[in-house]
């Protein structure tokens, strides 16, 4: 394969944003800010450990990677502006292959206005891919996950565990139904970072973000523990799909909590914002439920709990383990 | 090994510059911007294709690849700001070891107050590191290969072709003398980025600059290309060290063209600037050569021509093999 033809093949034919002064032809990228502070991440996916070619097809891996560092930004509540990709190119990617994995991060970039400007290609003995994306924040307005606070409500958008039941029918091929998995195979191929839902709130003052990557277990004990304060979680309503219930009803509990790669975002707000959250989710058609609240650290650690039976059990950020422990 | 340990042991215990809203703890990090342009750059080093272990110690190999990135940022004339490591970890790396690499880069980064502000740290078969770099820029100020203008003269700084010869020295041990070996080695293992003289030159209106990752015989054609303009060196003056002649005699003349990682800068300016650009190479301790100059296409096509017993000949990109032929 021919670097700079692959190079050239790849490379935008214009950009999107005013504000690229030099984007892919140089010895680096040129971007005039805007206002607000910058955000910025970096992640990489390594063929044969986050994705394998029986589970995804070229543009999904493309897709995917890129879809996991918007959700980064999302998380932040910031905008996505720009991204670069490194890329690692064993010899048994053809040229077209490569292609069409930088096509399929091209179609999720363009729903966004988000461009291309850099990026390295270099041979090596595994695909690897890693992106950074950098993003724009209105000052001040980054959702930290240190920002909980007691009272807060604890909010989650979509359904959880849906990637996960369509990574086990595309690594098992069982399940228990037909109906839905093609839902639960897109989940998991094509996630959908919720970047507009939490861009259009920029106006509430205190928020705490995360996005579930690692499933809302791990993610609400991050959140605790930045905020040093404890979460509370009624179990009952943790949104899951009717498609999930019905094609694993023998770990769909499990999963929502354990399930990464969702890409959902978990959440805390005032009670008092909790109307202007509910109304922006219906306004760009995101699910958003709530799920519990943030209390004061009951102890000396900060912790998550599952409110049961009037009681309450701790939520470890395995979640999986936990919840399996407990009789699934 | 595990990961939380790790990536707690390579975080920095404070950022050394007070517009880092957020380092590494969250989703991303969140920047406040400086005045002026942001410039932005990544590259990824694969184990076995850019290193191995038998001619860089774990701190040479962190040291190294941001030194490469840091590189890519001085060649737009920018003040390197913050950077990002992505490291791809196999199992026959121990933790201890990974410390040290990003200790290497700690160092460099230190001596120009740059802050790690984020990263990804993945498993996989080969150690990869892939680092991205965010520096500023002056508006406007920003040196792109494309400026070279007729009349321009052309410049180098430090000598060229050291670093291929270290690496010969490592690769096979075979040298004509001992006299300088370790200079040579030491611009292989540990290069210094040019970045106090580019953002030195911040007065200049208009330069070009290319950083020399693989040969100015290659940077020449890259700014010649960008520019649409012809370059013309005179062979004779091309800087190269004593340390070189006497260690590779059959090989020194060769590689000032062709041998690729010096990170030395290449530019162009008009002739009206040189006493400022010699003066800044003075005043921060780098040695700056006019090699050539700039003069209109002769053709439809931007080349590089080497002035020789009052005529020329062309000089592809790859350099070394051009040179070879005309009987090295």
Redesign the interface.
């Known amino acids: 394969m021919d670097e700079f033809s692959f190079i050239r093949s790849i490379q935008p034919k214009f950009y999107r944003q005013a504000s690229v ?2 984007g892919i ?9 805007l206002d607000g ?10 063929e ?3 994705f394998t070619r029986e589970t995804m097809d070229p543009e999904h891996i493309g897709w995917r990677v890129l879809a996991a560092n918007l959700s ?2 999302a ?2 509540g ?1 905008t996505p502006r ?1 991204y ?1 990709v ?3 190119i064993p010899k048994r990617w053809s040229e077209q292959e490569l292609q069409v994995v930088y096509q399929g991060m091209k179609r999720l970039a363009d729903l966004y206005d988000v461009d291309l ?4 290609t ?5 695909l ?1 891919l ?1 992106v ?4 724009s ?1 209105s ?1 001040d307005k ?1 959702r ?3 920002h909980a606070q007691a009272g807060d409500l604890l909010f989650v958008t979509g359904t959880l565990g849906d990637s996960r039941g369509g990574l086990e029918y595309l690594l098992t091929g069982s399940t228990a139904s037909s109906d839905g998995l093609d839902y639960l195979i897109q989940r998991h191929r094509t996630p959908e970072p919720r970047i507009t839902f939490a861009s259009s709130l920029a106006s509430l003052n205190r928020m705490a ?3 579930v990557s690692d499933g809302i277990a791990s993610e609400a004990n991050e959140i605790a523990a ?1 905020s040093r304060m404890d979460l509370i979680i009624d179990p009952e309503v943790v949104p899951y799909s009717k498609a999930l219930e019905r094609c694993y009803p023998g770990h769909y509990q499990a999963w929502m909590f354990s399930g990464g790669e969702d890409f959902e975002l978990l959440g805390t707000v005032p009670e008092k914002d909790w109307a202007v959250v509910e109304k922006t989710a219906e306004s760009v058609g995101v699910r958003v439920t709530r799920i519990g609240y943030v209390e004061h650290m009951r102890s000396d650690s900060p912790s998550v709990w599952l409110a049961k039976d009037g009681g309450r059990e701790r939520l470890d950020a395995s979640g999986y383990t936990h919840l399996k422990e407990e009789g699934e």
Chains 1, 2 share one sequence.
């Open positions: 002064m030099k032809s140089d010895d680096a990228a040129v971007i005039r800010p502070d910058f955000v910025t991440a970096v992640d990489t996916m390594v044969g450990v986050h980064d930004l998380a932040m910031s720009f670069m490194s890329i690692t400007i850099g990026g390295d270099v041979s090596g003995q595994e690897s890693t950074t994306v950098i993003g924040v000052k980054a930290y996950r240190s973000l995360n996005d930045a």
